[in-house]
């Protein structure tokens, strides 16, 4: 009885941790999507009233230099784009 017991609990514990698992998943890939649509509404932004914003900052001008720095950098800076690519790419929407 107390091996069931023991394998029934283990079980349960085992269900609990991927439930929270599961919990901060969805937590990080809310946040995740929350940043990338703020990002996006920071560079139209940006476009339409300038570079310089109150609460976004210079968005456009980092973006530009982030490029600048991945294309200076040749091979080493198009895998690097191609890792985060496929980081956002293979990513399932919360």
């Known amino acids: 009885m ?4 023991s394998s ?3 079980t349960c514990l085992g269900r609990f941790r991927n439930e929270r698992i599961d919990t901060i998943k969805e937590w990080v890939g809310a946040l995740t999507e929350l940043a990338l649509m703020l990002l996006a509404l920071a560079i139209v932004l940006s ?5 310089n914003l109150p609460f976004f900052g210079a968005v456009t001008a980092n973006i530009m ?3 600048k720095d ?8 198009l895998i690097t784009l191609g ?4 980081l956002f790419s293979s ?3 919360a």
């Open 2 to 5: 107390n091996i069931a017991r």
């Open 8 to 10: 029934n609990h283990r």
């Open 47 to 51: 476009l339409l009233v300038g570079a």
């Open 65 to 67: 230099g982030w490029v």
């Open 70 to 77: 991945m294309g200076a950098n040749g091979l080493v800076g």
């Open 83 to 86: 890792i985060i690519l496929w």
């Open 91 to 93: 990513r399932k929407m």
